[in-house]
């Protein structure tokens, strides 16, 4: 069974950075894609970065140039480095792994807020 548990949410000032991490197990990082989502108050979760299994990043453009993702495989752990944070980045983190043989799994989120 998959469990992905996320950290490292928080609140910051407009411009701060954070860092993300999210432990997994029941699935390999070297093996499953895995990605962060994000869904804002009133608002459909949308894609922020996702990592596929051969390394292959896609990420949203609203985040470019400002997020990245990584993974460390012997941690089994994913990353979101989040620097030049705006307050329209404020919202509920998901981690998410799309292709394990039970399906779509998420983790139970983590808060961003940023304040102007």
């Known amino acids: 069974q998959v469990r992905l548990v996320e950290s490292g949410g928080g609140s910051v000032q407009a411009g701060g950075s954070l860092r993300l991490s999210c432990a997994a197990s029941g699935i390999s990082l070297g093996v499953n894609t895995m990605g962060w989502y994000r869904q804002a108050a009133g608002k459909e979760r949308e894609l922020v970065a996702i990592r596929n299994r051969g390394g292959t990043i896609t990420d949203s453009d609203s985040v470019e140039g400002r997020f990245t993702i990584s993974g460390d495989s012997a941690r089994n752990t994913l990353f979101l480095q989040m620097n030049s944070l705006k307050p329209d980045d404020t919202a509920v983190y998901f981690c998410?792994?799309?292709?394990?043989?039970?399906?779509?799994?998420w983790g139970q989120g983590t808060q961003v807020t940023v304040s102007s």
């Open positions: 998410t792994a799309p292709d394990t043989k039970w399906g779509t799994c």
